[in-house]
C-alpha cells in the first residue's frame, strides 16, 4: 500500500497517525495488539473453505435426515436450518477475504 502513495501522502498519514495514538492511549495499545488466534483463522481462504465444506456437508445431511421422516426429524431440520445460516456467513466472509 505504501508503494502507490507519494511523499506528501506518507507524510500526512503519518502525522495524523501520531496526532491519533497522542490523543488516544487505548487505541495505540489496541493496534499493537496481536489479534486472537480465531481472528486470523478467518482470513485464511483454506480454513474457510474447509468449514464452507463441513457446513455444506451438514446442511445436506441434516435436510436429508429430516426429509426421510426419521425419528426427530424436527431437531434434524433446525440443525440443518441453522447450518444453512453459518455457511451462508462463512461465504460472506470467504468473499470478503483478498488473497496474499
Known sequence: ????LTDRERRLLDEIELH?????PA??????RR???LRRMTHRPRVLAALAALLAALTGAGALYAGAGAPRAP????G????AVLLALVFRRLTAVRPG
Open 35 to 37: 489479534p486472537a488466534p
Open 75 to 78: 431437531l434434524a431440520a433446525a
Open 1 to 4: 500500500m505504501d508503494a502507490s
Open 27 to 32: 487505541l495505540d495499545r489496541l493496534l499493537r
Open 80 to 83: 440443518a436450518g441453522v447450518c
Open 20 to 24: 491519533l495514538r497522542r490523543e488516544s
